[in-house]
């Protein structure tokens, strides 16, 4: 069963730090595309960034130099590092992963995602 839990959600004030933390027990980790999506209220799920088993990445534009990305495979761990944080990017804050070809896919990068966390909320004041 997978399952991803997401932590390190928070209120922080424009310009400061958060940094996210997604625990998967997924069976093949290694092997995963994982990424981070946001959705804000009122608005469609976007992409945040991705990060392939071979650990490139990729950024929405609206995060890049801002946000990064990486995994520790040794954890089944996958962090979101979110520096000069702000107002619009407030959101629920989304792990997920690409496990085998099952359910409805979201593309994004060179993956297709198909299982979620329950979110982490950050807010972010001006």
């Known amino acids: 069963q997978v399952q991803l839990v997401e932590s390190g959600g928070g209120s922080v004030q424009a310009g400061g730090s958060l940094r996210l933390s997604c625990a998967a027990s997924?069976?093949?980790?290694?092997?995963?595309?994982m990424g981070w999506f946001r959705q804000a209220p009122g608005k469609e799920r976007e992409e945040v960034a991705a990060?392939?088993?071979?650990?490139?990445?990729n950024y929405a534009e609206s995060v890049k130099g801002r946000f990064t990305i990486s995994r520790d495979n040794a954890k089944n761990m996958l962090y979101l590092e979110m520096n000069n944080l702000k107002p619009e990017d407030s959101a629920m804050y989304y792990c997920s992963a690409e496990i085998g070809s099952g359910g409805p896919v979201v593309p994004f990068y060179r993956c297709f995602f198909n299982y979620w966390g329950q979110g982490a909320q950050v807010t972010v004041s001006s």
């Open positions: 997924v069976g093949n980790f290694i092997g995963s595309c």
């Open positions: 990060i392939d088993s071979d650990h490139t990445t």
